[in-house]
């Protein structure tokens, strides 16, 4: 995992700011392009063939959605962002898929990377960067791959349910972003449910071997996840506090909506954060529990045998004269003493409540 780490900022290394090196592992072999055009009329939807086919939706007076799956595919992704002007820097984030959540303000457009968390088919997290430029009239998102949370926007286009196609470019961008934000809630609601189902089975004793890599495991999710949400709190309220003829006064409302949103999710994770270092000690404890539970069963049982071994030992001597020896009923007394300190041991155990 570490390797892969090094390798990915390798990439990068030696080469002057602003080129555009993609830093990812998952090679598309298409591009991927689609566009959303549309008005309170009228939607086209369209899956571009080129890249240059998506020059030809700037400058119009509808609002277009161009979305791009396939980060490896940098020369394709440069030539749209020359037509767009886009800054070297801005394409040189795009396609390194490690930048924080954060927010860019240029001069024509605003430019924003956010983390989308969805469940693959193995109930594993997968953390995804999108980027967004919002632009006049237009919003680029740039995906890896194929598969996001956005169906529900592209179905609230198609039949113009809602705001969508009566509102400018930056209620687009807010919805896109909700979708990211909405999906926020089931990650944490996985996460939510996997610890009570760890905490049941610490309660109940039916805890299997690899329960403690579980719980490692899963700490390490939840700080993925808190690194993936966090920031974009900062970057919804410089949104809300930007002064630019893209963010209408009347979608700020909506942003700040977001920004609700992302504070309980906050709230949730850092509970949950907590939740996760009391399970550890509760396994621990439950651990250290059971071993002194074992101490005292084997302690008692030394306790009752010591002095039952001490009257054998005694008489278990090589003297030439034991007169108890010589007794005619000698070795069934013997054996009632054994009896009777076994019980009376057993009797003073039990009132101490020590069995």
Request: proline share 2%.
């Amino acid at each position: 995992m570490g390797k892969n780490r090094i390798k990915k900022h390798n990439k990068k290394l030696g080469k002057p700011p602003g080129s555009v090196i993609y830093t990812g592992n998952k090679s598309s072999k298409k591009l991927f392009i689609e566009a959303f055009d549309y008005n309170v009329e009228r939607c086209n939807e369209k899956e571009l063939t080129t890249i240059e086919e998506a020059f030809n939706f700037k400058g119009s007076d509808s609002v277009t959605w161009i979305n791009i799956n396939g980060l490896n595919h940098v020369e394709e992704i440069e030539k749209l962002g020359n037509h767009f002007n886009l800054h070297p820097l801005v394409l040189e984030d795009i396609v390194s898929i490690s930048q924080r959540p954060k927010i860019d303000e240029h001069e024509d457009y605003l430019f924003v990377v956010v983390k989308m968390l969805y469940h693959a088919n193995d109930e594993s997290i997968v953390a995804e960067q999108v980027s967004f430029v919002l632009g006049k009239g237009y919003v680029l998102s740039f995906q890896e791959s194929e598969g996001d949370v956005f169906d529900a926007v592209r179905e609230r286009i198609r039949q113009g349910k809602g705001r969508a196609r009566s509102m400018q470019a930056d209620y687009l961008l807010y919805i896109l972003m909700d979708a990211i934000v909405d999906h926020y809630f089931t990650i944490i609601e996985t996460l939510g449910e996997k610890i009570e189902d760890y905490e049941d089975a610490i309660f109940s004793g039916h805890v299997g071997k690899t329960i403690n890599k579980d719980i490692q495991d899963l700490k390490r999710e939840i700080l993925r996840v808190r690194r993936a949400i966090f920031p974009l709190r900062e970057v919804i309220n410089r949104i809300e506090k930007h002064e630019s003829p893209l963010i209408l006064k009347k979608t700020k409302t909506f942003y700040r909506d977001i920004y609700d949103h992302l504070i309980q999710v906050s709230e949730n994770i850092d509970i949950y954060r907590e939740m996760i270092w009391s399970l550890m000690d509760m396994y621990m404890t439950t651990i250290s529990n059971k071993m002194n539970e074992v101490m005292k069963v084997l302690t008692i049982m030394a306790s009752i045998f010591i002095p039952l071994t001490f009257i054998a030992g005694i008489y278990g001597m090589n003297f030439d004269y034991i007169p108890e020896l010589h007794y005619k009923n000698g070795y069934y007394i013997l054996w009632c003493v054994m009896i009777a300190m076994f019980l009376g041991m057993l009797y003073y155990f039990k009132r101490k409540k020590w069995l």
